[in-house]
């Protein structure tokens, strides 16, 4: 691998033949002491820590990862490429690799597992998208992480570097002194230029910006790499998109009103209902930073998303007109995440402004340009970042808009109407869960295990709230997917049931036949019938 990767490629087919094989001993690679000095520079300049997991190896699995112990990210430039793995010797999980790679042809990315020798190897090492991983990954799998600008559980998880009066701060000085030199820590290559290496010294976090400060990117590792995962999901959404059934009718039409040459019908409504959203996930992700800036500029923190909640109303009808499940098109945890933003701001036109749906725009164009040569002239990009050209690369909009003539042409002779959806309906609670569990005659609550990791400020961590408590929330998520792509009420069923591995609950004794008996029973009078959401793959 000392030779980068394959023209045109991800450097995985590298990685699993070093692997197999090290060059200087002939034998396979034994432990990642043994791996990290073979890997090509680009790998190890370019990484990030996890002091707080919400994977396997953190508190609610392993617990293997802690603040003098992170998880170590390495990626490659541009995203297509990244590893993970623990830093801790003495705990379960060490010599294990975890890598996600980007495939270009099929747009999609691909996990794999290397239990290593020295771990005690593994029939399966290497097998492509585990069932266990897909659980989380979800079954069309995505990297993990939250938007700009930041990043809880990461180190530099404001902005990439550390308000003064955070704790992080104290404890990564702390790893830094400790550990930094030693382990698996000592192969990395540590970048001059900051008291905080590899993020952005503390001394130069401007509360007032909002923009990651351009000359600095060198400290930004957590900003590069949610940017180049972004421009790599949305070829991964544009292909859900095009495998739509009803694509090809509407494409033109809503190419058109996501560029503002027409006005989507979407009603005050339906935008509310996403601000409202975007407000309470913002709450969450604020809550599990454990920080809360004050005084002015204490916004500052805020997903950006708040600020542009009308163009995800607009991503959101994209994805109801083509019945599709938006439910993991973002790369946050959480299942119906409202987070997208890269970091870049490029996106204003004029007075409009195009964020997050611009990166719809781009690839529905890029694709419609290559079908169909009347569209090429609109179609032009250019790279933010000259001095890095692994990712960064934008749409020229002004091009962009030269089409809007050539859309409503196109749209006309194409003579679909976009649909217009009756506004969300917020029902009122009617009947609350000890009112259903007694009409159901059950004395104890079945859910009580579950809430406590599912509903209070635990589903944080767990990533994955669902209201037991509240019949009506409960009603719609039973209808929404699993990140295995089951109907959400079938997934408890299958997780209540399981043995091992992704059991519910994860510890502590198994449920009792009568308690998932009446558990099932409660689900089922909570969820009235209605359709459930296709996959979108
Ligand atoms: C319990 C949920 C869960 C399971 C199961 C899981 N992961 Fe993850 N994984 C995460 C989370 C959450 C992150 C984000 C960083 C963190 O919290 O550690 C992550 C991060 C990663 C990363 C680093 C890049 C990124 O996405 O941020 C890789 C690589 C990875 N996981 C691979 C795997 C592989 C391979 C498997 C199966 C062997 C797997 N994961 C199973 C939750 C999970
Ligand atoms: C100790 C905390 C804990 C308890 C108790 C618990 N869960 Fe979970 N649950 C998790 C975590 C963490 C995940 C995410 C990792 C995974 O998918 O395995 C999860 C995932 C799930 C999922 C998958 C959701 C999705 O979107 O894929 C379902 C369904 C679920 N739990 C149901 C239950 C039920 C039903 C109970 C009670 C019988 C329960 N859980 C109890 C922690 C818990």
Request: glycine share 8%; charged share 25%; aromatic share 10%.
């Amino acid at each position: 691998m000392g030779a980068g990767k394959l023209p045109g490629g991800n450097g995985y087919a590298e990685l699993v033949s070093l692997l197999q094989t090290n060059p200087k001993t002939g034998k396979p690679v034994q432990d990642l002491s043994e791996l990290m000095p073979l890997l090509p520079q680009e790998l190890l300049s370019n990484f990030t820590f996890v002091y707080q997991s919400r994977s396997p190896h953190g508190e609610l699995g392993e617990n293997s990862v802690d603040p003098l112990h992170p998880r170590i990210l390495l990626f490659s430039k541009d995203g297509r490429l990244t590893m993970a793995f623990t830093g801790n010797p003495g705990k379960p999980g060490f010599n294990t690799l975890e890598v996600v790679h980007f495939e270009e042809p099929k747009a999609r990315f691909e996990l794999s597992q290397f239990v290593l020798p020295a771990a005690g190897g593994a029939a399966d090492n290497g097998l492509i998208n585990p069932p266990q991983c897909l659980r989380c990954h979800g079954v069309d799998p995505k990297p993990i992480t939250d938007s700009y600008p930041l990043w809880p559980g990461f180190y530099g998880s404001v902005r990439d570097t550390f308000p003064k009066e955070s704790e992080e701060l104290l404890w990564y000085r702390k790893f830094l002194k400790e550990q930094s030199k030693q382990g698996l820590y000592r192969f990395l290559n540590w970048p001059n230029g900051t008291s905080v290496p590899p993020y952005l010294d503390p001394k130069r976090y401007n509360r007032n910006t909002v923009e990651a400060p351009l000359g600095e990117m060198k400290f930004l590792p957590n900003t590069r790499l949610g940017m180049a995962w972004t421009e790599l999901n949305r070829k991964r959404i544009q292909r859900k998109l095009k495998g739509a059934s009803e694509y090809s009718h509407f494409r033109y039409a809503l190419l058109s009103g996501l560029l503002n040459c027409t006005k989507l019908p979407i009603s005050t409504a339906a935008d509310e209902a996403v601000y409202r959203d975007i407000y309470y996930e913002n709450e969450d992700r604020l809550q599990r930073l454990g920080y809360r800036p004050k005084g002015p500029g204490k916004d500052a923190l805020s997903m950006m998303e708040l600020g542009m909640y009308h163009n995800l109303s607009e991503i959101e009808y994209v994805a109801r007109v083509l019945q599709l499940d938006s439910s993991d098109w973002s790369l946050a945890y959480e299942s119906q995440s409202s987070s997208f933003f890269d970091g870049i701001l490029s996106s204003a036109y004029g007075t409009t402004d195009y964020y997050l749906k611009e990166d719809f725009v781009q690839e529905m164009l890029r694709d419609l340009a290559k079908e169909d040569p009347a569209f090429k002239p609109y179609f032009r990009t250019y790279t933010a970042y000259p001095n890095n050209q692994s990712f960064g690369e934008r749409l020229d909009i002004g091009s962009a808009l030269g089409a809007c003539k050539l859309l409503k042409q196109r749209q006309d002779e194409n003579s679909l109407a976009l649909p217009v959806f009756a506004s969300p309906v917020i029902k009122e609670e009617t009947q609350s869960a000890p009112e259903l569990l007694e009409h159901l005659r059950v004395s104890q609550s079945p859910f009580e295990r579950c809430a406590h990791c599912h509903e209070t400020s635990t589903a944080l961590l767990a990533g994955r709230k669902i209201p037991f408590s509240s019949p009506n929330k409960l009603s719609s998520v039973l209808h929404s997917l699993s990140k295995s792509g089951r109907p959400m009420i079938e997934e408890i069923q299958i997780r209540i049931s399981l043995h091992g591995i992704g059991q519910m609950p994860p510890r502590g004794e198994r449920l009792t036949q009568t308690q998932i008996k009446q558990l099932t029973d409660y689900l089922q009078a909570a969820s009235d019938p209605r359709p459930t959401l296709r996959a979108s793959q």
